[in-house]
């Protein structure tokens, strides 16, 4: 598993949860649907909720399924 992949699997498992800008400063990691992608192909169960921003603008938030 990839350092980045390992890294945001250890902060889900911790109970945090994390946002593509939040990992970019956490983890170094640009492309975060890719990571938990590669997670949930290696059977993780990783929750997705749209957040909103402001008037207009909604993130992804992810967290580990318990």
Excluded: N
Aim: charged share 30%; proline share 2%; with cysteine.
């Amino acid at each position: 598993m990839p350092a980045q992949t390992a890294q945001l699997l250890a902060h889900l498992q911790a109970g945090h949860t994390t946002t593509a800008l939040d990992s970019v400063s956490r983890f170094r990691c640009l492309r975060l649907a890719a990571r938990v992608k590669e997670l949930r192909e290696a059977g993780h169960r990783i929750e997705t909720e749209m957040v909103r921003v402001g008037e207009r603008k909604r993130i992804a938030l992810y967290r580990l399924a318990r």
